[in-house]
């Protein structure tokens, strides 16, 4: 028996024959246009919300947040100020500045100022000079006496040296004084005492209580 194969309608071989027919290629480009229209205006306003969000989304990890801290009158009332300095001149009017990581006072009335890491330089008549460090001090503004407190460091352009935990200095009249433990070296030798007195500016020194010296004899350069 023989099968007889129906063949393609003329329609069904016209549109084999003819793939790209310019009717389907029409309509399909008509629906993606018809998408594109309701996608684009959508796709616009979220990108043009993220570029308004995005500094304020990226500031959320860096931002930091300052919590309320209690503050007695007594801390409100302090002034404080950092890289502190003051200048002033003596009695020979011979100029000396005070410097400190920072200075504390009650109030602006105060006479007494704290320092921390405070540092005085001191001009002589001669055109040399005097450094003194310390931990902490005290600066008495009327009196312009400063007292030194941790570990005192004296210094004299001529190549001395004062090392000690405690030292009272008369800024006006250039007078110092130690009360405690000394140690020091000159262009002589070294020294050790159980405290020290200064006078003007380093014209006399004294070493008071037990004290000990040793001198340095230049023998044809041999000490």
Same mark, same amino acid.
Request: proline residues 4%.
């Given at each position: 028996?023989?099968?007889? %194969?129906? @063949?393609?309608?003329?329609?069904? *071989?016209?549109?084999?024959?003819?793939?790209?027919?310019? #009717? #389907?290629?029409?309509? @399909?480009?008509?629906?993606?246009?018809?998408?594109?229209?309701?996608?684009?205006?959508?796709?616009?306003? /979220? %990108?043009?919300?993220?570029?308004?969000?995005?500094?304020?989304?990226?500031?959320?990890?860096?931002? *930091?947040?300052?919590?309320?801290?209690?503050?007695?009158?007594?801390?409100?009332?302090?002034?404080?100020?950092?890289? &502190?300095?003051?200048?002033?001149?003596? #009695?020979?009017? #011979?100029?000396?500045?005070?410097?400190?990581?920072? &200075?504390?006072?009650?109030? &602006?009335?105060?006479? %007494?100022?704290?320092?921390? &890491?405070?540092?005085?330089?001191?001009?002589?008549?001669?055109?040399?000079?005097?450094?003194?460090?310390?931990?902490?001090?005290?600066?008495?503004?009327?009196?312009? /006496? %400063?007292?030194?407190? @941790?570990?005192?460091?004296?210094?004299?352009?001529?190549?001395?040296?004062?090392?000690?935990?405690?030292?009272? *200095?008369?800024?006006?009249?250039?007078?110092?004084? @130690?009360?405690?433990?000394?140690?020091?070296?000159?262009?002589?030798?070294? *020294?050790?005492?159980?405290?020290?007195?200064?006078?003007?500016?380093?014209?006399?020194?004294?070493?008071?209580?037990?004290?000990?010296?040793?001198?340095?004899?230049?023998?044809?350069?041999?000490?």
């Amino acid at each position: 028996m023989a099968t007889t %194969l129906a @063949g393609p309608t003329a329609t069904q *071989f016209a549109s084999f024959a003819n793939p790209g027919d310019p #009717r #389907r290629v029409d309509a @399909g480009y008509g629906r993606f246009v018809g998408i594109m229209k309701m996608l684009l205006p959508t796709v616009a306003v /979220i %990108l043009i919300a993220l570029v308004f969000a995005w500094p304020h989304l990226s500031e959320q990890d860096g931002r *930091f947040r300052i919590d309320p801290v209690a503050i007695s009158p007594e801390d409100a009332e302090n002034f404080r100020m950092l890289n &502190a300095r003051y200048t002033g001149v003596d #009695r020979n009017s #011979r100029p000396y500045a005070i410097t400190a990581n920072s &200075a504390d006072q009650k109030s &602006a009335e105060a006479r %007494l100022v704290n320092l921390e &890491a405070p540092k005085a330089d001191i001009l002589l008549s001669d055109k040399s000079w005097i450094a003194l460090t310390a931990e902490d001090g005290i600066f008495d503004r009327e009196s312009q /006496i %400063l007292e030194l407190t @941790g570990a005192v460091n004296l210094f004299h352009d001529s190549g001395y040296e004062f090392h000690t935990t405690n030292a009272i *200095f008369d800024l006006m009249a250039g007078d110092a004084i @130690g009360q405690e433990q000394v140690t020091g070296q000159g262009p002589f030798g070294q *020294f050790s005492a159980a405290g020290f007195r200064i006078h003007n500016q380093g014209e006399r020194v004294e070493l008071v209580g037990q004290s000990r010296v040793i001198i340095h004899l230049n023998r044809g350069g041999d000490e």
